[in-house]
């Protein structure tokens, strides 16, 4: 089955401490990208990858990390978390611009 | 910088009832568009994908128009049904070359509640 795996669903953390969300396909896509999903702002890009070690920044990249060392991962990494990266987060992967496959989405609070 | 709106932000109809929501960009140029569904706590499941070059797509209960001259496409929901409760987003893709031909610019959804 088709999947696109992100871990963790649901995270509560704390200003400052560092947190990675990681993001598996199973589908051999070469793109993948993250999305922020908040109140009044609708989906923005964070990040997008177009293959192993091509990273480019989306709309909103300020606070953010992402590494393509293998082309089934994809992971989020927030160095020192603030409480306006609160948000639902959502990985995606695809083959190209007719495709695309979303995760479940992570729900993250950072007080 | 494209900009996707859409009409209404919420709505609310009985079961049976036939719906249109809407859809507006800012940028013509687009590759193609597409429609979601994103129900609570799960992830967003593609409806319909029109290309640039055609009006409309249809799935079932479901009919997508897409007018890129005026910057508009519909969502057509023919019987709607409880189940089909859910906030339901539009996204387009621009005409680009690279990694940005990939992008999809949002717009914040329609959040459709089906009474029985």
């Known amino acids: 089955e088709a999947q696109v795996t992100q871990n963790p669903r649901y995270l509560i953390t704390v200003t400052g401490k560092k947190l990675t969300v990681t993001c598996s396909q199973n589908m051999n896509h070469e793109y993948m990208s993250w999305y922020r999903q908040d109140p009044g702002l609708g989906l923005r890009q964070i990040y997008y990858s177009m293959n192993v070690e091509v990273t480019d920044k989306g709309d909103v990249p300020e606070g953010y990390k992402v590494s393509r060392k293998e082309k089934r991962n994809f992971p989020l990494i927030l160095e020192s978390p603030s409480p306006n990266q609160t948000s639902l987060y959502f990985c995606?992967?695809?083959?190209?611009?007719?495709?695309?496959?979303f995760g479940e989405g992570s729900w993250l609070t950072v007080v | 910088k494209q900009e996707v709106t859409q009409i209404p932000a919420a709505l609310s109809v009985p079961e049976g009832e036939n719906l249109v929501l809407n859809c507006s960009f800012t940028d013509s140029a687009i590759y193609n568009l597409q429609w979601f569904r994103q129900d609570p706590g799960k992830g967003l499941t593609s409806l319909l994908l029109?290309?640039?070059?055609?009006r409309e797509q249809t799935s079932g209960r479901l009919n997508a128009s897409l007018d890129k001259s005026s910057g508009r496409s519909t969502l057509y929901i023919a019987a709607s049904q409880p189940g089909d409760s859910a906030t339901y987003l539009c996204a387009v893709r621009p005409r680009v070359s690279g990694g940005s031909n990939y992008k999809l610019t949002f717009g914040k959804g329609t959040l459709l509640t089906v009474n029985p």
């Open positions: 029109i290309q640039s070059s055609q």
């Open positions: 995606a992967s695809g083959t190209g611009p007719n495709t695309i496959y």
